[in-house]
């Protein structure tokens, strides 16, 4: 449980429908907080704690979930029912509808907890140079991007700024040092007024930089050519 938590938990306290695989409807509900993992929800049906369940939630018109949980634990609190709901299963799409549905409603709160910060670390640090050989055949191209990042080997966030990026890969500078090997989902923060900047990939290589920084190396799964366009056109 120690190591879920450790990825932020937006509070939304929202209204929402949710539809367990044997309902026949959907039924209200109201979703407290939720993350990539997990969400706190209160609704009327009795659900039996560590018990795996699939359910379609409906938090907008423009977001429509359908996942696989397992009920992690249950409390009362007057006559409603309080749950805490851990993903089992969730589909990358339905993680990327979670990120622009909380942009879309909730723009204070995810820029509260994830991207405070991180404009003063793009600004106060001096990227190193670096004589690593890109032997990719896709060029890389300079940024100075904020980002944000899960480490999904141990479900934990992590910020960085992005110094180079390719349709293939990118590297970028952290506060901690990142294995090779190891799964990560990434947002950058693209300063052309879209959304974020989402990929994933995998850690190719890190090691230290100046002020008790680290440089990595990141491999992404696939070639991201409409992505990087919008980072070359960026200023």
């Known amino acids: ?39 706190k929800v209160s609704l009327g049906p009795r659900l039996e704690p560590d018990k795996f369940l699939r359910m379609n939630m409906t938090l907008a018109d423009d977001c429509c979930l359908d996942i696989e949980c397992w ?32 942009r879309r409603y909730y723009p204070q709160e995810i820029n509260k907890q994830w991207w405070k910060g991180l404009d003063e670390m793009k600004g106060g640090e001096t990227m190193a140079k670096t004589d690593f050989q890109d032997k990719r055949i896709f060029a890389r191209f300079p940024v100075n991007l904020p980002m944000k990042f899960v480490d999904l080997n141990v479900n934990k966030e992590g910020e960085a700024t992005a110094h180079d990026i390719s349709a293939k ?62 980072l070359i056109r960026t200023p």
């Open 71 to 102: 009920v992690v634990w249950h409390k009362k609190v007057m006559e409603t029912n309080v749950y805490g709901l851990y993903f089992s299963k969730i589909k990358d799409n339905d993680k990327e509808r979670i990120y622009q549905f909380m």
């Open 169 to 230: 890969g990118f590297g970028f500078v952290a506060k901690e040092p990142l294995k090779p090997n190891t799964s990560l989902e990434m947002w950058l923060d693209v300063q052309d007024k879209g959304e974020p900047l989402y990929a994933r990939g995998e850690v190719v290589w890190s090691k230290p930089a100046p002020n008790n920084t680290y440089r990595i190396g990141v491999n992404l799964g696939k070639a991201d050519l409409m992505g990087l366009a919008r």
């Open 1 to 39: 449980m120690a190591e879920r938590r450790q990825l932020t938990r937006w509070q939304i306290n929202r209204q929402a429908k949710a539809k367990l695989e044997s309902a026949e409807a959907f039924a209200d509900c109201m979703v407290n907080d939720i993350n990539f993992k997990g969400l």
